[in-house]
């Protein structure tokens, strides 16, 4: 008795002491993720505290087999030891070869200076198949249209339903399914959907890679006849558009299967079911077509009642084709499936005729809208056009999705729509407006309910400000990157377009990367862009390249590695570098070998994309884009890509590259100089901002130029534009922080808070629930114009918490290991509230000011320090929670820099105050 109190009371007294817990075990940056194939899984954790001053002094990684064995630290696969290692951050499993189709259990143990860390979680993995010669399932489908499809410029195909009936016996242990349906799958075990995927799995290009699912299904296996049952729909394998514009659209065949079943029983003994012949096909189902620009038709009159459920009759079925596989090698998928992430209430509903109304979401979105609570007759249509605003008449406008259809109809059988509705299984739209005709009886908003779909990742940030408008732009910002997010970054929702372009996330990424935990999508989007490369070492302009554009532009094509860098800055993933940096290395060579010519390259596509159109009779050219000369852009752009490869090179042992990039670079800045400044004007080319940011911005211009240089982009936005925006997509790219560096915060916060044309807050002012293509977008060539479209965010986002909360990470300890809490603090802002998720944890500041005093709150995570630079009078003005600097907990270092107090903090939470006049 007496013993086991005082275990007891040690217990409590070890708990208490602790106090620092270890939280968010993540394996390849994902939550207990099933069917990874990495070899060499990474491992990450964070440390929560509510002390200040934690530090991991050491970890020790154990991973088993055995649940059992882990809680006594009995690692049969593999036990890392004491590593004296103050990291947390995606460390390399370094065991037994992994096995494939086994589930892992994982721990980590940390030791901290404030004693032993705290452990309330194990966490799991499990392996796919980590050997082609694994896949015992074969491929099957139907490969050729029926009588009521089209395989044309609008295509239609009905979807494909698979199904197999099986037994199952003794008691389960572990049931799993391995699915690869192509283009997208809906899964079925007894009438139950597996999983809460949607649009599945993420799209890729099917020619070189393809990616299968993995499901527990443990649960839903029963004693007895079971049935496992698909539906395939196109996604991008069978395309939108075919035998249409075929030198640029690419298609990948008819959709197919392959799915694998392995079930463990209790007694040691295995079953495996598998995709082939004996499984049955129809394809004259309720899905009569499905079309990512067009829309989705489902006639319920043809369901197969109880056909995904054992005991079913499907002797009329078909047998299906053993067809050829994907010619690309077939992966797991580790960036997140797509999912309903959020519901949306119609705002309001209005008749325009018999059966007829137009509903308002009151929030242009990407995914669906779901009928529910109806009841038809059998053969009812209701059909649902989508749009993103209406015309002045109240119609819906339509001219801006170009040609597609965009409409989901559905038609009624003999049961009516409970509260579980209907939505589409393979489309989307990119729509605030419905138009829904042939509607049985009276509709109310009740009738429907929005649903958006997205990539199933985190919202990591959250930011307000003092000014509305930036906050109306925030939050805009948030729906046009979540509607985006389609298993890759697109370009736009809505039209007959919906593109991976490349150029649109340059930097957008980054600022994007604040907002969401896109690691893995972004990650996955570098292996799309090095699977895009051809033989010469070319890089198109969309990836995967679902579109053919191999135009060699630079500043496109710039995704892959400004990307991976920041993929490296934020989240301190370098895999993306380690495993394409020969593929950046080859690009880079073929575009210098191709297009360098005098230390210049000669070759831009897009130049400076979307000026606002205003600006054109400064040059009497037709396309405003051309403003600024694209060679500029083009070297000014490749040099400084040299400075990532430069990083890249080193991180990856390629030193001997490092110092011909330094070459190169310098060759180039030398022959920049030359070509493009005008001694006479003082300016770079034809003194447009774009020309004079870049080398600005990016370390071309010689300092005893910089002066002038800035004067001259002031002078452009201040006095011609009058303090309004003037650049298109790569002066936006750099317009922000460019400003902010050159200690034009003020004018910075007027561009972002402007609401006059052209300008972010105008787009709200205007009635935009999302971000615009175009600054004009209310008055453009509808042709190109979209209203769900970011990239002109350009460097908006990463300005709103590097520079306005001022958080950002160093870029020697990355993933915000080393913290830098640096705000520019405009004169016009009152306060920001801004908190962001970081890979070690939360970070947040609050700031607020007035006349005399700024009051600043800042958390930063356990295991983590910051240097903080801190508005004030002197370095004696500063208080933390009330005690001079001196007297305060977890403060060091302080010093008086350019009329900041700078000064390095331990982690936890503090408050400064300080006196600033
Ligand atoms: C897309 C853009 C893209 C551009 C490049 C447009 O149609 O929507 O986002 O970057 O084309 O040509």
Same mark, same amino acid.
């Given at each position: 008795?007496?013993?086991?109190?005082?275990?007891?009371?040690?217990?409590?007294?070890?708990?208490a002491s602790a106090?620092?817990?270890i939280?968010n075990?993540?394996?390849?940056? +994902?939550?207990?993720p099933l069917g990874?194939?990495?070899?060499?899984?990474?491992f990450?954790w964070q440390?929560?505290?509510s002390?200040?001053?934690?530090?991991q002094?050491s #970890?020790?990684?154990?991973v088993?087999?055995?649940e059992?064995?882990?809680?006594t630290?009995?690692?049969?696969v593999?036990?890392?030891?004491i590593v004296?290692?103050?990291t947390s951050?995606?460390k390399?499993?370094n065991?037994?070869?992994?096995?494939?189709t086994?589930k892992?259990?994982?721990?980590?143990k940390?030791?901290t200076n404030?004693g032993?860390?705290?452990?309330n979680?194990t966490?799991?993995?499990?392996?796919?198949l980590l050997?082609?010669s694994?896949?015992k399932a074969?491929?099957?489908?139907?490969?050729?249209?029926?009588?009521?499809?089209?395989?044309?410029?609008?295509?239609?195909?009905?979807?494909?339903?698979l199904r197999k009936e099986?037994?199952?016996?003794?008691?389960?242990k572990?049931?799993?399914?391995y699915i690869a349906?192509?283009g997208?799958y809906?899964?079925?075990?007894?009438g139950?959907?597996?999983?809460d995927?949607?649009l599945?799995p993420?799209?890729?290009?099917?020619?070189?890679?393809?990616?299968?699912n993995?499901h527990d299904?443990?649960?839903?296996?029963k004693k007895g006849?079971?049935?496992?049952?698909a539906?395939?729909?196109?996604?991008?394998?069978?395309?939108m558009r075919q035998n249409y514009?075929t #030198?640029?659209?690419n298609?990948?065949?008819?959709?197919k299967l392959?799915?694998q079943?392995?079930?463990?029983?209790?007694?040691?003994s295995k079953?495996?079911?598998?995709?082939?012949?004996s499984?049955?096909?129809?394809?004259d189902g309720p899905?009569?077509?499905?079309?990512?620009?067009d829309?989705e038709e489902?006639?319920a009159?043809?369901?197969?009642?109880?056909w995904?459920n054992a005991g079913?009759?499907?002797s009329?079925?078909l047998?299906?084709?053993?067809?050829?596989?994907?010619?690309?090698?077939i992966?797991?998928?580790?960036s997140?499936?797509?999912?309903?992430?959020q519901?949306?209430?119609?705002?309001s509903i209005k008749?325009?005729?018999?059966?007829k109304?137009?509903?308002?979401?009151?929030?242009n979105?990407?995914?669906?809208?779901?009928?529910q609570n109806i009841k038809g007759k059998k053969? %009812?249509k209701?059909a649902?056009?989508?749009?993103?605003?209406?015309?002045?008449?109240?119609? +819906?406008f339509?001219?801006?999705?170009?040609?597609?259809?965009?409409? %989901?109809?559905?038609?009624?059988?003999?049961?009516? +729509?409970g509260i579980?509705g209907?939505?589409?299984s393979?489309v989307?739209?990119g729509f605030?407006y419905?138009?829904i005709?042939?509607f049985?009886?009276i509709?109310t908003?009740?009738?429907?309910?929005?649903q958006?779909?997205?990539? %199933?990742?985190?919202?990591t940030?959250s930011?307000e400000?003092?000014?509305q408008?930036?906050?109306?732009? #925030?939050?805009?910002?948030?729906w046009g990157?979540a509607s985006?997010?389609?298993?890759?970054?697109?370009d736009?929702?809505?039209?007959n377009?919906?593109q991976?372009?490349?150029?649109d996330?340059?930097?957008?990424?980054?600022?994007?990367?604040f907002?969401f %935990?896109?690691?893995n999508?972004y990650?996955?989007w570098m292996d799309d862009?090095?699977?895009?490369?051809?033989?010469?070492?070319?890089i198109p302009?969309?990836a995967?390249?679902f579109?053919?554009?191999?135009s060699?532009d630079v500043t496109?094509?710039a995704a892959?590695?400004?990307?991976?860098n920041n993929?490296y800055n934020?989240?301190?993933?370098s895999?993306?570098?380690?495993?394409?940096?020969?593929a950046m290395k080859?690009?880079?060579?073929?575009?210098?070998e191709?297009?360098?010519v005098?230390d210049i390259?000669?070759?831009?596509?897009y130049?400076?994309?979307?000026v606002?159109p205003?600006?054109?009779?400064?040059i009497?050219a037709?396309?405003?884009?051309r403003l600024?000369?694209?060679?500029?852009?083009?070297?000014?752009?490749?040099?400084k890509?040299?400075?990532?490869?430069?990083?890249?090179?080193k991180?990856?042992?390629n030193?001997?590259d490092?110092k011909d990039?330094?070459v190169w670079?310098d060759?180039i800045k030398?022959a920049?100089?030359?070509?493009?400044y005008n001694?006479?004007q003082?300016s770079y080319?034809?003194?447009t901002i774009?020309?004079?940011?870049?080398?600005l911005?990016?370390g071309?211009?010689p300092d005893s130029?910089?002066?002038k240089?800035f004067?001259?982009? #002031?002078?452009?936005?201040?006095?011609?534009s009058?303090?309004?925006?003037?650049?298109?997509?790569?002066?936006?790219?750099y317009l922000?922080?460019?400003?902010?560096?050159?200690d034009?915060t003020?004018?910075?916060?007027?561009?972002a808070?402007n609401?006059?044309?052209?300008s972010?807050?105008y787009?709200?002012?205007?009635?935009a629930t999302?971000i615009?293509?175009?600054?004009?977008?209310?008055?453009?060539?509808p042709?190109?114009?979209?209203?769900?479209h970011?990239?002109m965010?350009?460097d908006l986002?990463?300005?709103?918490?590097e520079?306005?909360?001022?958080?950002?990470?160093?870029?020697?300890?990355?993933?915000?290991k080393k913290?830098m809490?640096?705000?520019?603090v405009?004169d016009?802002?009152?306060?920001?509230?801004?908190?962001?998720?970081?890979?070690y944890g939360?970070?947040k500041?609050?700031?607020?000011?007035?006349?005399?005093?700024f009051?600043?709150?800042?958390?930063?995570?356990?295991n983590?320090?910051?240097?903080?630079y801190?508005?004030?009078?002197?370095?004696s003005d500063?208080?933390?929670s009330?005690n001079v600097?001196?007297?305060a907990e977890?403060v060091?270092?302080?010093?008086?820099e350019?009329?900041?107090a700078?000064?390095h903090?331990a982690?936890g939470?503090?408050?400064?105050?300080?006196?600033?006049?």
């Amino acid at each position: 008795m007496k013993i086991k109190f005082l275990i007891l009371l040690l217990g409590i007294g070890l708990f208490a002491s602790a106090q620092v817990t270890i939280t968010n075990l993540r394996c390849e940056m +994902l939550k207990n993720p099933l069917g990874i194939d990495a070899t060499q899984p990474r491992f990450s954790w964070q440390l929560e505290s509510s002390e200040r001053n934690v530090a991991q002094t050491s #970890y020790q990684i154990i991973v088993s087999t055995n649940e059992q064995k882990l809680k006594t630290d009995e690692g049969d696969v593999w036990n890392s030891g004491i590593v004296s290692e103050n990291t947390s951050l995606l460390k390399n499993y370094n065991g037994k070869a992994l096995q494939s189709t086994t589930k892992y259990f994982w721990k980590v143990k940390v030791i901290t200076n404030k004693g032993e860390a705290q452990l309330n979680e194990t966490a799991i993995f499990s392996t796919g198949l980590l050997n082609e010669s694994g896949w015992k399932a074969k491929w099957i489908g139907y490969d050729k249209a029926s009588a009521w499809d089209s395989i044309t410029t609008w295509s239609r195909l009905s979807a494909r339903y698979l199904r197999k009936e099986f037994q199952s016996t003794s008691a389960i242990k572990r049931a799993t399914v391995y699915i690869a349906g192509l283009g997208m799958y809906e899964l079925y075990i007894n009438g139950t959907k597996i999983g809460d995927q949607v649009l599945a799995p993420n799209p890729t290009d099917y020619r070189k890679s393809f990616f299968y699912n993995t499901h527990d299904v443990t649960e839903t296996i029963k004693k007895g006849n079971n049935a496992i049952a698909a539906v395939l729909g196109n996604g991008r394998f069978f395309t939108m558009r075919q035998n249409y514009k075929t #030198y640029k659209i690419n298609t990948f065949g008819y959709p197919k299967l392959l799915l694998q079943l392995e079930i463990e029983y209790a007694d040691g003994s295995k079953k495996i079911i598998v995709s082939d012949k004996s499984w049955k096909l129809n394809v004259d189902g309720p899905i009569r077509t499905n079309n990512e620009y067009d829309g989705e038709e489902y006639d319920a009159t043809k369901e197969f009642i109880g056909w995904n459920n054992a005991g079913f009759n499907d002797s009329k079925w078909l047998q299906p084709e053993l067809v050829t596989a994907p010619a690309g090698k077939i992966r797991a998928q580790f960036s997140k499936p797509m999912k309903v992430k959020q519901t949306i209430k119609p705002v309001s509903i209005k008749k325009i005729g018999e059966g007829k109304y137009i509903l308002d979401m009151g929030q242009n979105f990407a995914g669906w809208l779901q009928l529910q609570n109806i009841k038809g007759k059998k053969g %009812d249509k209701i059909a649902m056009k989508f749009a993103e605003s209406l015309q002045s008449n109240g119609a +819906l406008f339509t001219a801006n999705l170009r040609d597609a259809k965009v409409t %989901d109809v559905y038609t009624f059988g003999n049961s009516a +729509l409970g509260i579980e509705g209907w939505h589409p299984s393979f489309v989307y739209h990119g729509f605030r407006y419905v138009e829904i005709s042939g509607f049985p009886g009276i509709a109310t908003v009740n009738n429907f309910e929005g649903q958006l779909v997205y990539d %199933d990742v985190e919202t990591t940030g959250s930011f307000e400000t003092s000014n509305q408008t930036i906050n109306a732009i #925030y939050k805009n910002a948030w729906w046009g990157i979540a509607s985006n997010y389609k298993g890759m970054p697109i370009d736009c929702p809505q039209r007959n377009e919906r593109q991976p372009w490349l150029g649109d996330r340059v930097i957008g990424q980054q600022g994007e990367s604040f907002m969401f %935990d896109n690691a893995n999508l972004y990650a996955k989007w570098m292996d799309d862009i090095q699977q895009s490369q051809n033989a010469e070492g070319a890089i198109p302009d969309v990836a995967p390249a679902f579109w053919n554009y191999y135009s060699d532009d630079v500043t496109w094509p710039a995704a892959f590695i400004t990307i991976s860098n920041n993929l490296y800055n934020q989240f301190g993933d370098s895999k993306p570098i380690q495993k394409n940096y020969a593929a950046m290395k080859k690009w880079m060579l073929y575009m210098k070998e191709k297009y360098l010519v005098h230390d210049i390259m000669t070759k831009d596509k897009y130049g400076d994309w979307c000026v606002p159109p205003e600006n054109l009779h400064l040059i009497h050219a037709k396309d405003s884009s051309r403003l600024t000369d694209g060679k500029l852009i083009a070297t000014a752009y490749y040099y400084k890509l040299l400075s990532y490869m430069q990083r890249f090179a080193k991180m990856t042992g390629n030193d001997a590259d490092a110092k011909d990039y330094a070459v190169w670079a310098d060759n180039i800045k030398v022959a920049f100089q030359k070509t493009f400044y005008n001694p006479v004007q003082r300016s770079y080319s034809n003194n447009t901002i774009t020309a004079n940011l870049l080398p600005l911005y990016f370390g071309i211009c010689p300092d005893s130029l910089k002066e002038k240089v800035f004067e001259n982009i #002031y002078n452009k936005i201040h006095v011609e534009s009058n303090d309004h925006i003037s650049t298109g997509l790569i002066g936006t790219q750099y317009l922000m922080r460019g400003l902010t560096e050159y200690d034009n915060t003020n004018l910075a916060f007027k561009l972002a808070s402007n609401t006059t044309y052209p300008s972010y807050g105008y787009m709200v002012a205007n009635g935009a629930t999302t971000i615009w293509e175009l600054w004009n977008g209310n008055t453009a060539d509808p042709n190109m114009n979209s209203q769900n479209h970011v990239m002109m965010l350009g460097d908006l986002l990463t300005w709103y918490y590097e520079n306005l909360a001022g958080i950002r990470t160093d870029k020697t300890e990355v993933g915000f290991k080393k913290i830098m809490m640096k705000p520019s603090v405009p004169d016009e802002l009152q306060f920001v509230n801004a908190a962001y998720k970081s890979v070690y944890g939360i970070i947040k500041s609050e700031w607020k000011k007035n006349e005399q005093t700024f009051e600043w709150h800042i958390s930063i995570p356990a295991n983590t320090t910051a240097t903080v630079y801190i508005p004030a009078k002197s370095l004696s003005d500063v208080l933390e929670s009330g005690n001079v600097l001196a007297k305060a907990e977890g403060v060091s270092d302080m010093k008086w820099e350019n009329g900041k107090a700078v000064i390095h903090i331990a982690s936890g939470n503090y408050t400064f105050k300080s006196q600033m006049k």
